[in-house]
């Protein structure tokens, strides 16, 4: 096991192992304090550009499944179709695994997909340094690879990063089914698609700038996705554009509710470190059922911001930062959690009940 370094842009560094893909790579770097779900953190494009930091400090135990296909055309068992996070940071990396459906190890599988993965990692240490100063950049320094200097002046918040991992093509699922949902991709898990199409619903997956307004279909869903909704400026555009002449019912997930946002005219802030776990409590506004929630997410709405047809739909209660708005009149409603998680809490997964009864 190679002896790797990663340095931090503040230059706080912290020595490990290596146990996956060995090339000097960089991203922010951001925590997760979920305690199992990597083969689904990893291949969810949210994560795309960054260095995960896995604060359980067990990895690895139970192996990754495969990836297989199911009869819907979309994976089984993961996100996406590929790794998206640059590197996975563990304190403890198991090289033995035991899990019915395990089809390799989480080593073998980071070395497979050309990523790299980094044990022996003081977590608990690095998250505290994160928490204090916030998400910043950093990158791997590999023992005896030479690391290239333009790694070391890399730039998240310059990206946009949902053009990136959005498809380049109209995509369709479950065809003829009736109802038909576009699904705007910026950057879309596949659990999304799969508690669509179990509802049965045809959903029509579009690029993240596709302009989908002369389209024929029932009602518009916005997905995940990773970066600064600030750089998705044509997808605001367009869904304004359709919100000028269409009351068809929308809904929106974590960057979906950014985007729903932005159109309402609110602004968007970059949190100190942003939300990544499984446990984040959350209220729904003018009750008193609080949820726990799955969470993947660095910005957040101002809801302060919002234009007066828009109220609050979730709240977290945490930090008080917003976690949902719907409009006042129209179908139109978001949350920033993710209701079908996976991995994670699926408490709230009758956010799409509400969605498909207003189509």
């Not at 291949?43 to 604060?55: C, E, K």
């Not at 190890?105 to 928490?131: A, F, N, Q």
């Not at 179990?198 to 700038?209: A, F, M, S, T």
């Not at 009750?287 to 660095?298: E, I, L, M, P």
Request: glycine fraction near 10%; hydrophobic fraction near 35%; aromatic fraction near 10%.
């Amino acid at each position: 096991m190679k002896n790797v370094r990663l340095v931090l842009q503040d230059g706080t560094t912290f020595s490990g192992k290596s146990f996956g893909y060995e090339k000097p790579v960089a991203g922010e770097v951001v925590f997760n304090t979920a305690m199992m779900g990597y083969p689904e953190s990893l291949t969810d494009p949210s994560y795309a550009g960054q260095l995960m930091v896995l604060t359980y400090p067990l990895v690895g135990n139970y192996g990754v499944p495969p990836f297989s296909i199911g009869g819907d055309g979309i994976a089984d068992f993961m996100e996406s179709d590929r790794i998206y996070a640059s590197a996975i940071i563990v304190g403890d990396y198991s090289e033995q695994y035991s899990h019915w459906n395990a089809s390799e190890s989480l080593g073998d599988w980071l070395k497979r997909e050309k990523v790299p993965g980094i044990t022996g990692i003081d977590t608990r240490e690095l998250t505290k340094v994160l928490r204090e100063h916030g998400v910043m950049m950093g990158h791997l320094e590999f023992e005896g690879i030479d690391t290239p200097e333009e790694l070391m002046a890399s730039d998240y918040g310059s990206i946009n990063w949902a053009e990136r991992v959005s498809c380049k093509d109209v995509i369709r699922y479950n065809e003829g089914a009736g109802r038909r949902v576009v699904l705007v991709d910026c950057g879309v898990k596949n659990n999304i698609i799969r508690c669509l199409v179990r509802r049965g619903v045809e959903v029509i997956r579009v690029p993240w700038n596709y302009d989908y307004t002369a389209m024929d279909f029932d009602g518009l869903f916005l997905a995940n996705g990773p970066g600064d909704p600030d750089m998705c400026v044509e997808a605001v555009a367009i869904l304004r554009k359709h919100m000028a002449q269409s009351r068809k019912p929308i809904c929106g997930i974590c960057m979906g509710n950014q985007l729903l946002g932005k159109a309402g005219g609110a602004s968007i802030y970059k949190l100190k470190y942003g939300h990544r776990s499984h446990n984040q409590p959350v209220r729904e506004v003018g009750t008193n059922r609080c949820y726990v929630t799955s969470q993947n997410h660095g910005y957040a709405v101002d809801a302060a911001t919002l234009g007066d047809e828009w109220r609050e739909l979730f709240v977290n209660m945490n930090d008080g930062s917003n976690e949902g708005i719907r409009h006042q009149t129209n179908p139109w409603f978001s949350s920033q959690f993710h209701p079908e998680a996976c991995s994670g809490p699926v408490d709230t997964e009758f956010m799409f009940d509400r969605f498909i009864e207003t189509l």
